[in-house]
């Protein structure tokens, strides 16, 4: 019998042939050599990228084939069950995990053992550098807002979420969004800033395809995860029809979230960020956005002179970030 590998990859394949081959060498490359790789082949896949999974020799590649059409959900839950390394990591078939993702993410999550679930910053069709928050306080202040891990980046303890039953939903289009909330009510997550993965936003893409549909999921999975942690959940249809509906949705819950999370360190600063991340595609007028910051938060953020400048101060940091990683970051 092989000795224990430390990390399970799961790769669901579903055709796919255009990136796969790329996908499976970014994995087999890797600096951290100590994995298994399971290609999740769903049923029904194209002649070409059964091809493609089956010419490699490399012993580390286990094929788990399906024998009825299960989804992507239902096949990771499957590949969970079938790994056996101390760690799961994900990977999609058309994306690209840089060279050192394994060997970053092992070290971190071996001098953290506090940390359940561990994922990192991408590069969105190899241009943007696109990131999520870091600390454990950060990502669970923002898990109420949107999703905080990037799936295909992902690793996490594999005895951890088999003692806790942590397997992803089936039958939901956001199963990974889904999954994190169950994780973060009981576990502790963090994100590398360092951009480990490529990915590849398709045209055909579930995300790209149907994110109106998804957007909808997201609403009714985000009603019970607030409702479970003691915070009131404003729906879109709460804000009618109106032009800046979308903006007072935003403003609202933000607002909740500020008053209800009294024990999560740092607040202010979180409070901040998403305040100014999410208003500053509205406006760029600095002026406007101080004013609206503290007519919202003026119990927490006093109109004080001293007070108003760090603010301001913090959102010209904020716009200006956001504008330089627009049009600079390339590869």
Known sequence: MRNIPMISVLMPVYNGERWLDTAIKSILIQTFRDFELLVLLEYGSSPKSREIVYSYTDKRIRVIENQERLGLAASLNRGIREARGKYIARMDSDDVSGKKRFERQVAYMERHPKIAICGTAMRLNGTVIMSQPASPAAIRFSSFQECVFYHPTVMWRRKLFLEKNLFYGEGLQAEDYELWMRVLDQCKGANLREPLLLYRQLADSKSHKGREALQKENDRLLEPYWSR???????????????????????????????????????????RKLFFDANMEDTLEIRDLIEQYHRLFSDLYPE????????????VFRVAKRKIRLKWMKV
């Open 229 to 271: 942690n003691g915070l009131r959940y404003y729906a879109p249809e709460s804000f009618g029809s109106a032009l800046d509906g979308e903006r007072r949705q935003k403003e609202w819950r933000l607002l909740e979230l500020a008053y209800k999370t009294k024990n999560f360190k740092g607040k202010k600063e979180m409070v």
């Open 304 to 315: 004080a002179g001293w007070e108003r400048i760090k603010t301001a101060g913090y959102a």
